[in-house]
């Protein structure tokens, strides 16, 4: 017998990070499709952390609802992780710190000491990884192919990490083997015949922003978003570019509107608590008309909230970020190729309709390792905003659509104004001006319409239509539900606002679409229902992402009730 | 009402230090294109809110600089986009003390330490104008306005010791009454290599009308209540200028001034260190399995 998917889970301290990616980069040397999840406490150091690998022989959409495996390295870490394993689901426990009543579904490793037991008190986690190996069938050539290659680094120390690596791992086997628990052996890894990477959230956001040109970014630490600050000032370096951190997200959303006056192609990511204080100046951007890009990556809310946890409760937020009449334009990326496109994405459509655009990614992405096939960047097409090069006493905002923008330097000068203001950009009250400049700024959001969609089983009448990062999990209740038989379709884009073209007349036709979301207000369907969508959500709000399961079980019954309901009347 | 524009239709009263604040501003962005032979085009005035921010919609010259009239208290991180993402742009920042000193304060200090090398002007007039006479950070102690009818309870700040204190490598100060002379003061601050204000007694006649303080009256017995610096007064000297800011009286003339990196200064020498950029192509292969 095998099995083709295992979900392993870590729960400890900072020791769990190591192993875990130690286990992740492993499996997808080895040809497996990984994918990972971590959960930390707002601390430096210490706290429960938890995290973890799913590695399948398929692909996979989603983290994994119940872990096959626990490696608990603290008593907390079992007491909390342990209800949480599937019937039959093996322990392995750090002996040193706890012990448990042999129950033959568990066994203790001192992993301290077996790594000292090698002379390198560092390879702890190859001890980890060796056990897991050991339970689950994972070839330990396979994890030693990867120690090799990883730590064949052109020192002189090389060879003596490599050896107490190895050793490592044949010492967690044994004590694994000597326990004479045995889960299942994975089946052999079926790679892809395509080229594929090995990234986070964070190197997709960054690299997708700068292959669509972006040369300017600003940021101000905050969780979950600092990374890409960290990505961008190591990364967009050299001449011509600019990486900056700053004193404050109010501070960082002003220089984006000053460096896009300036003609760059601007970004800068935040998460809750800084969108919150950008507000005025996203209404500043959108009135004077000034390209830039803001990622906000979600976590829990309001205020403080929930730093290190995953929420999408900042929807309405983000299309309505700012006082007064404006509609931001949102792309939420739900999986790793979409934060690359998204992103770039999103430079292109602040270029095109000259204004600002919010990418809205979130914490499941942001702590997400994933093996993807390579994307193909030359699938994007650099778009560049038209420049006024004509002669002085250009009128900037005459025109009912987007027009040339002057910039520093170049003919047109003209006035960039937070206030309602006529085609010079002078201040006026006019009640005809407003409605003219209204008119102006929202018209421009027709010229996004250019986003694609899925669209499975387009027959159905009731539809499941996830954002963000649901998207996984909730494909996997999509197939669990087609597999039991249930008549549901799939709708997904990545496109919030303004929707693809042609698909809100799509989800009008359809008798109820059922919106999977983390938050308590059903932040998406309200605003489906806003724009007349018999739209109704599944929610959860407690901070960690859905079970696809559990969703599939949820879904199944408000479809059955939706049915039910149609029978009565 | 401009010359480019007949239909603008926002005025400063009559009597408004203002007008002598713009029309010192294009002065010094005359000469200084001169100088450097720039064009109007090559400035960008980043205009706070309130009355004087809207000097950027009232410059007079046939060609116009570029302006940016953003949202109250944030020229500095605005002026700090500008100049960081158009290096060539002269940058003048307008905007009064409610503006710069209330709601923006906290922009000041990072600006100073990265010495960014922006001008601004900004005109004083210890009280919020445009919503019709409020108390503001340098209304004086007691001074009765709408807001606090009976009396401030605040002590007044002191800019020109704030600015001192916080790092800002170019500070001077002046009234709005002598055109020429505020004119040269910018000029040199425009000149300087890093972050200058020029910090402007430009008195609201509606609602704190200063211009007899300012100028005293032997007729009512005021003393004068600008004072020129001394002869010998060197500006490089850090205590000699605490000495002459601490005085309560109003300085005409360049307080302080010292020459350090800029931002763009530290920030070429910083890339230059740096490994060259890097295509998105080649960083994506770094992430190959």
């Known amino acids: 017998m095998e099995k083709r998917d295992f979900v392993v889970r870590f729960a400890g301290e900072a020791n769990v990070v190591t192993a875990t990616e130690a286990l992740a980069s492993a499996a997808a040397s080895a040809g497996y499709y990984v994918y990972t999840f971590a959960t930390f406490p707002s601390q430096i150091l210490g706290g429960p952390i938890w995290t973890q690998v799913r590695m399948s022989v398929d692909p996979v959409f989603g983290q994994g609802d119940y872990p096959d495996l626990l490696v608990a390295f603290n008593k907390y870490g079992y007491d909390t992780h342990h209800p949480e394993l599937r019937a039959g689901g093996v322990t392995i426990y750090n002996s040193k710190e706890f012990d448990l009543p042999v129950d033959g579904l568990n066994f203790g490793i001192d992993v301290e000491a077996l790594a000292k037991e090698v002379g390198n008190p560092r390879a702890t986690n190859f001890v980890t990884v060796g056990a897991i190996s050991q339970e689950i069938g994972f070839a330990l050539d396979d994890v030693k192919a990867f120690n090799k290659a990883k730590y064949t680094r052109g020192r002189d120390s090389d060879a003596q990490i490599i050896d107490s690596n190895d050793a490592a791992l044949e010492l967690g086997a044994q004590a694994a083997r000597d326990s004479g628990i045995f889960i299942e052996s994975i089946g052999a890894s079926n790679p892809p015949e395509y080229e594929q990477i090995m990234a986070e959230s964070s190197d997709m956001i960054g690299l997708g922003a700068m292959a669509a040109g972006l040369d300017y970014y600003v940021g101000y630490p905050i969780s979950p978003a600092t990374k890409i600050l960290i990505w961008m000032e190591s990364r967009m370096v050299g001449e011509n570019t600019f990486v900056h951190q700053t004193s404050s997200e109010i501070e960082s959303i002003n220089t984006l509107i000053g460096a896009g006056f300036a003609g760059r192609k601007a970004m800068t990511a935040t998460a809750g608590p800084g969108l919150s204080l950008m507000s005025e100046g996203i209404g500043l951007a959108w009135m004077s008309e000034i390209p830039l890009v803001i990622v906000n990556v979600q976590r829990g809310g309001p205020a403080t909230g929930l730093p290190t946890k995953t929420e999408q409760s900042d929807l309405f937020s983000c299309i309505h970020p700012a006082h007064g009449d404006v509609r931001i334009p949102v792309i939420a990326p739900g999986d790793l190729e979409e934060c690359l496109f998204g992103s770039a994405k999103a430079v292109n459509w602040a270029e095109r309709y000259q204004g600002p655009v919010i990418l809205l990614s979130e914490m499941v992405l942001s702590e997400r390792t994933q093996n993807i096939e390579k994307p193909d960047l030359s699938k994007i097409v650099v778009e560049d905003r038209q420049v006024y090069t004509g002669e002085n006493g250009y009128h900037r905002y005459e025109a009912e659509e987007v027009s040339p923008m002057p910039l520093p330097g170049g003919p047109g000068a003209y006035v960039a104004n937070g206030s309602e203001h006529d085609e010079f950009g002078d201040t006026t009250h006019l009640a005809t001006v407003h409605v003219h400049g209204t008119h102006r700024r929202f018209g421009k959001l027709n010229l996004l319409n250019d986003g694609t969609y899925e669209d499975i089983n387009p027959d159905a009448s009731v539809v499941m239509m996830p954002w963000g990062g649901s998207k996984g999990p909730a494909r996997e209740a999509f197939e669990a539900l087609k597999d039991r038989g249930v008549d549901i379709g799939w709708v997904y884009t990545m496109y919030l606002n303004p929707l693809p073209d042609g698909l809100l007349d799509l989800l009008k036709s359809k008798d109820l679409v059922i919106v999977p979301e983390l938050n308590y207000q059903g932040q998406w369907s309200a605003l489906l229902r806003m724009d007349r969508v018999n739209a109704e959500s599944i929610t959860q709000y407690t901070g960690l992402p859905f079970k696809s399961g559990l969703l599939a079980d949820r879904v199944e019954t408000m479809v059955m009730q939706h049915q039910e309901g149609k029978v009565l009347a | ?289």
């Open chain 2, 1 to 289: 009402m401009t010359t480019k524009n007949p239909n603008y239709d926002f005025k400063w009263c009559p009597g408004c230090g203002d007008f002598g604040v713009r029309r010192a501003v294009e002065f010094a962005l005359n000469a200084r294109n001169e100088k450097h032979e720039t064009r109007m085009r090559d400035n960008v005035i980043v205009a706070g809110i309130g009355c004087s921010g809207n000097l950027v919609h009232l410059m007079e010259a046939d060609e116009q600089p570029f302006g940016i009239h953003g949202i109250h208290g944030r020229t500095l991180p605005i002026a700090l986009g500008v100049k960081s993402g158009s290096p060539d742009s002269n940058v003048i920042i307008v905007a009064g003390d409610g503006d710069f000193l209330s709601i923006g304060m906290e922009h000041i200090g990072p600006q100073a330490q990265r010495n960014l090398n922006v001008t601004a002007v900004i005109m004083d007039n210890g009280v919020y104008g445009l919503t019709k006479g409020q108390s503001s950070p340098t209304s004086n102690f007691g001074m009765v306005t709408s807001s606090t009818p009976f009396g401030k309870i605040e002590a007044a700040l002191n800019p020109l010791s704030f600015y001192l204190e916080i790092g800002v490598s170019f500070i001077a100060s002046h009234y709005s009454s002598k055109p020429r002379e505020l004119s040269a003061l910018i000029e040199e601050a425009m000149e300087h290599n890093g972050f200058s204000i020029v910090h402007v007694q430009s008195p609201c006649t509606t609602y704190n009308d200063t211009y007899e303080q300012l100028k005293g009256s032997k007729k009512k017995g005021i003393e004068p209540g600008i004072i020129d610096l001394p002869e010998d007064y060197d500006s490089s000297d850090r205590a000699q200028a605490m000495n002459v800011v601490s005085d309560g009286r109003v300085p005409l003339g360049v307080i302080f001034k010292e020459n350090r990196p800029t931002l763009g200064d530290q920030y070429s020498s910083m890339t230059g260190r740096a490994p060259s950029k890097a295509s998105p192509e080649k960083i994506l292969a770094t992430y190959a399995i």
